[in-house]
């Protein structure tokens, strides 16, 4: 065994496994980048923090590979994300939020994200009943429902 290997058995055996949360799928009316877009416009208008835009078609074609239109938005409040990494600091793995618009084989455009109280409250430090776990898990929706054009 090499010691790359062995490293990440040593540190698996010693770690609590952490449950991937649900992910939340939304239908959209657009393509990728006007979905994106309005997503965008929308986290604006809600007073969040965009920390980034991630083109993923964009890096695969970079590398001269094909990937259909995908994007990911990362953005957070530290209102609501500050308290869950006071509570659990393994929250920040978590956040900030992020939003995947992509179109599947089929033409369709989703928004997808991992619900936040799903994800957050498997860590130890937080309750199933924390005011910002429904927060977050309620402005993901609102915002994705808007960006979707439904």
Not at 33 to 60: P, Q
Not at 66 to 78: K, S, T, V
Not at 92 to 114: K, M, N, S, T
Request: proline fraction near 5%; avoid cysteine.
């Amino acid at each position: 065994m090499n010691f790359a290997t062995w490293i990440t058995v040593a540190a698996l055996s010693v770690m609590p496994s952490l449950a991937v949360g649900e992910i939340v799928n939304v239908k959209a009316e657009r393509s990728v980048a006007e979905t994106m877009d309005a997503l965008e416009a929308a986290v604006n208008e809600a007073g969040a923090t965009i920390f980034a835009r991630v083109d993923h078609a964009g890096g695969a074609a970079s590398a001269g590979m094909e990937l259909a239109p995908e994007e990911l938005l990362i953005f957070g409040n530290p209102q609501l994300g500050t308290p869950a990494m006071q509570a659990d600091p393994l929250a920040g793995l978590h956040l900030p939020l992020q939003v995947l618009v992509y179109q599947d084989d089929a033409g369709q455009v989703w928004l997808a994200y991992e619900d936040p109280a799903a994800t957050l409250s498997e860590l130890q430090g937080i309750s199933d009943d924390a005011p910002y776990l429904a927060k977050m898990s309620g402005a993901l929706e609102n915002l994705t429902k808007r960006a979707a054009g439904n």
